[in-house]
């Protein structure tokens, strides 16, 4: 606050007193200190103004010398009224804060004694007013207040629904500071029956203006003041659905989430697959021709080649049927192609299922699990199956060198969980197999090379296989694939009618499309599979997982 500042302000402050003083409150000791204080600032503004020949301060400058700089072209004489002038510039700023931090200082010891004075008068007028002094003659402000509280009451209390009578009345007493309930008085137990009345009104135009005169600051009845604490007290939340979460709408994502499924592994390795029609047979050679070691001028034996056909390839038919409203299809654009892809997918991965453990019943193709003349158990793993060592896997993939065969393509199909038994498996020199060359896997974590061969895992094969008291087995297959087909009689179709008829109990009660106003949605496929040498599909069963 500058000097300036701090008169304009003290003006103000004598103003009010004088007005006081008319209005015949005795402030005559804090108008004269106003006044004084008003002429020593003025005295400070007036001393604070710049001199030509000393500072505020009296302090003469004129030791100061000043050195000469010829290379600004000023003559020392010039030069040394310069720096006269900043010093005594200088000075004049110092004196006037000094200054300015006293005036202020005392401004404020003022305020707080003027202060001091105005709450002497009003105590003084209010004593005036109410009569009411303490027992040294001073003015009791607090007893005002608490006296005049205590008339505005009125002589009706309320209590709780459960409350004696005799309970009642010693509440009210207790809340009028001892007195006992005028006459007349009463002291109601239970609802205010003005609230109650609004509350079963279930008015809302009377709601609504309770909610804007309340905003407005309007004088509301006991009734609506108790009626609005009520609501407050029992406020609307929307994690209830009758006390507001009917309001807010929920939120949906844009998409649809489907089901996390197992991926189809047997076509993605890479099988070779041909197509076909009714059946296809396979000719094969069951006895080769001989060749013997004779003498000269001997006779050569003779020998003839045995053939053989037998039905390799026989159509499988697997469908899946999804009866949708018309209603919903209309109202959810999406769903058509959800259906659609949902069908598809599960298509897909029924039939790999069947591929690897079909059981060649009720019209189920036969998996390579159960093919006849699979490999089974070239490794011993005990009654109640065992976990699988470095060696023991290495046992089971040299069994192929007994099969002549002739560039041959090993993949392994198993569990992920064997995977992670697999990582945990340890070298000669202690290393986990997959920081060797041994184990590698792949970016996505499910496909990778074990001990040079390909792997794929897939949680369709199942891990709580029973083998003697162990219910946490699986199998392993370790397949040729060049020997592999897949045959396709018909390839993945999909088809839609709002016309067809469906039964939903084996034939018991059929449906109409048309009558129920749906759309029924078809995907089939009519496949098969097998192995030419089907010794060649090597199964390892009761490995623990």
Known sequence: ????????????????????????????????AAESQKANVGAQIAATSPTPAT???????????????????????????????????????????????????????????????IAAVTRAELAKGFGSQGSDGTTDIDEVVRRVMKEQRGPSRYVGQDATAAGAEQAAVASLGGVAVADGGSVRVGDHQGVKAIREAKNMAHFMKMLADQRMGKELSDAERGFLRECQQKAMAESTDTAGGYLIHPEWMPDILGLLRSAAVV????????????????????????????????????????????????????????????????????????????????????EDLSFLQG?????????????????????????????????????????????????????????????????????????FLVDTSILTIDGNGTTGRFDGIPFSTTT???????????????????????????????????????????????????????QAQQTLFRAGIRHDIAHRRPNHVIVQTGVRV
């Open 359 to 431: 059981t060649g019943s009720a019209g189920e193709p036969r998996g390579m699990k159960n093919m006849t003349g699979r490999t089974l158990d070239p490794l011993a793993l005990g009654a109640n199956g065992g976990y699988l060592s470095l060696p023991q896997t290495r046992q089971i993939r040299n069994t192929v060198r007994a099969f002549n065969s002739r560039n041959p393509r090993w993949h392994y199909f198993f569990p992920p969980q064997l995977l992670s038994h697999l990582e945990g498996l340890t070298d000669a020199d202690g290393r």
């Open 460 to 514: 369709q094969i199942p891990v709580n296989i029973t083998t003697g008291t162990s219910t946490n087995t699986t199998y392993i297959l370790l397949v040729d694939l060049n020997e592999l087909i897949i045959g396709d009689n018909k390839t993945l179709e999909l088809a839609v009618s709002t016309e067809a008829t469906y039964t939903t109990d084996g034939g018991t009660t059929w449906v109409s499309a048309f």
């Open 55 to 117: 500072s505020a301060t009296g302090t003469s400058t004129a030791t100061i010398e000043a050195p000469v700089d010829a290379q600004r072209g000023l003559s020392p004489e010039v030069e040394l009224q310069v720096l006269r002038d900043r010093e005594r510039q200088r000075l004049l700023e110092a004196a006037g804060r000094a200054a300015a931090e006293e005036s202020l200082k005392s401004w404020r010891e003022q305020q707080q004694a003027d202060a001091a004075v």
């Open 267 to 350: 076509r993605a390795a890479g099988i070779r697959t041909i197509g076909f029609s009714k059946s296809m047979a396979q000719t094969a050679i069951s006895s080769g021709s001989t060749a013997y070691y004779h003498l000269e001028n001997a006779h050569v034996s003779p020998s003839e080649l045995t053939l053989t056909e037998a039905p390799l390839l026989t159509p499988k038919n697997l469908t899946g049927l999804v009866p949708v409203s018309n209603f919903l299809l209309g109202d959810a654009p999406e769903a058509d192609q959800m259906v659609r892809d949902d069908l598809v997918e599960v298509i897909a991965l029924r």
């Open 1 to 32: 606050m500058t000097l300036e500042q701090l008169m304009a302000s003290i003006d103000s402050q004598i103003s009010a007193l004088r007005a006081a003083q008319a209005a015949g409150a005795d402030v005559s000791a804090a108008l004269s």
